[in-house]
């Protein structure tokens, strides 16, 4: 099970860590994922991390974000930096043993989402 936090209301220009805890099996052996999905919109890839820590950003959050593992506590995390006003969304986290799918329907696990609200 995947669970995210970390989420809040933040002004333009802010930062937010939004964590991503996992209970039950390896986690080191998975690379994680973290997508959003705003209002209106279709879920989109933001981040990932390999089981290895190859890392991967999309573009609009590149230079602004990092991901990061720590195994020791089964967590990934996602920094946000210089949030605007279009990064409000819910962030979900997701996991697939010793992959980074291509595709969102091959992630095997998801999080219940964190929701992220950035006012201008």
């Known amino acids: 099970q995947l669970a995210g936090a970390g989420g809040g209301l933040v002004q333009a220009g802010g930062s937010l860590r939004l964590s991503c805890a996992a209970s039950?099996?390896?986690?080191?052996?998975?690379?994680v994922g973290w997508f959003r999905q705003a209002p209106g919109k279709e879920r989109e890839l933001v981040a990932t991390i390999s089981w290895r820590g190859s890392t991967t950003y999309a573009a609009f959050v590149k230079d602004r974000s990092t991901i990061s593992r720590d195994n020791a506590k089964n967590t990934v995390y996602l920094q946000l930096n210089g949030l605007k006003p279009e990064d409000t969304a819910i962030y979900y986290c997701?996991?697939?043993?010793?992959?980074?799918?291509?595709?969102?329907?091959?992630?095997?696990?998801w999080g219940q989402g964190t929701l992220v609200t950035v006012s201008s």
């Open positions: 997701a996991a697939a043993r010793f992959r980074v799918p291509i595709t969102q329907r091959e992630w095997n696990h």
């Open positions: 039950g099996g390896t986690f080191s052996t998975y690379g």
